[in-house]
């Protein structure tokens, strides 16, 4: 069941960041950031494969020093995914990775030092088709604005990104987005608004510091989900205290329930209750891990009983409705087949992927005729 999304997004600049556009009428990007030492090559790039087979669009990668710069270039080397290098104070890292590859450069102009040292990061950027994020935070305000405001608020979130514009718009340097990120929801999501209206630029949308897997995850859905329902954001990371892969997870399914990207299964499922006549909860967690590999946007419905089971099942490329004495599965809105509860996560699972692959084909074929 669906209903056509009212977003009507807003229109910005678009800057490519490797093989990957960012804003304009590009699909929203989703990125994460690496949490291994990055010095330590092989666990960063094994890292960054799992965030590829997640999804991830682009990598962040922290470069604190010029060890970590070298050991960047040799993780560039060995990856696909466009790599944004994350870099404060020393405006000479930024300078080496541009010369390894870097795809995108994360800096804060106001502390890589004398205006001299911001030209040289920007021309080495524009010379080699570099763009630039812009990345206020919340607890990283400049002394002078947190004197002027008292505390963190979204006005000064907003005057710390539009004074680094400035440094940005006098080298006419306009290859950059810009993010104002907060732990506070209200806060980051009325900085984004505030900025959204004053500059073209493409937006990166985060809540940092957002908390633990649950707790971030919700942070997150909730303000990432207002400002995207209003149409602001072109790319997003999610910022949470656990495993990356599940930045990259939560950052799809956020897009896929406001029906900006679809990436993978959408399923449907019932909380359960006692009419249930299957295990809901443990089918659900079972076929979730299982079918993680799969692309293919597919709605599949998972309900335990008849109230609504037969409603949601046809609306689903695949549905399954508990009944007695077998439950029901529907494929394309029609009834295909019945299964006992034997067996049958490992009967659904078929069927999911053989859909899967069949819907696959039907799409790759739809494209090459169009």
Known sequence: MHCESPIKRRVSRKIWVGSVP??????IAVQSMTNTDTCDVAATVGQIQRLVDAGVDIV???????????????????????????????????????????????????????????????????DKGIPIRIGVNAGSLEK??????????????????????????????????VSVKASDVFMAVEAYRLLAK?????????????????????????????LLAEGIGDTIRISLAADPVEEVKVGFDILKSLHLRSR?????????CSRQNFDVVKTMNELEGRLEDL??????????????????????????TGGTPNNLVYIDGKPAQKLNNDNLVDELERLIREKAAAKAEADAALIARS
């Open 198 to 226: 004053q500059i073209v630029q493409p937006l990166h949308l985060g809540i940092t510091e957002a908390g633990g897997l649950r707790s971030g995850t919700v942070k997150s859905a909730v303000g990432l989900g207002m």
């Open 60 to 126: 962040r990668i922290s470069v604190p020093d010029m060890d970590a710069a070298e050991a960047f270039g040799r993780i560039k080397q060995q990856v696909q995914v466009p790599l944004v290098a994350d870099i404060h104070f020393d405006y000479k890292i930024a300078l080496r990775v541009a010369e390894l590859g870097v795809d995108c450069l994360r800096i804060n102009p106001g502390n890589i030092g004398r205006e001299d040292r911001v030209r040289a990061v920007v021309d080495a950027a524009r």
């Open 264 to 272: 993978g299964i959408n399923f449907i499922a019932c909380p359960s």
């Open 144 to 177: 002078d604005l947190q004197k002027k405001y008292g505390e963190p608020t979204p006005q000064a979130l907003v005057e710390s990104a539009l004074r680094h514009v400035e440094h940005l718009d006098k080298l006419d340097f306009q290859d950059f987005k």
């Open 22 to 27: 960012v804003g304009g009428d590009a699909p």
């Open 295 to 320: 692309l293919v946007p597919m709605d599949v419905a998972v309900i335990g009983c008849v109230v609504n089971g037969p409603g949601e099942a046809k609306e689903a490329h695949i549905g399954l």
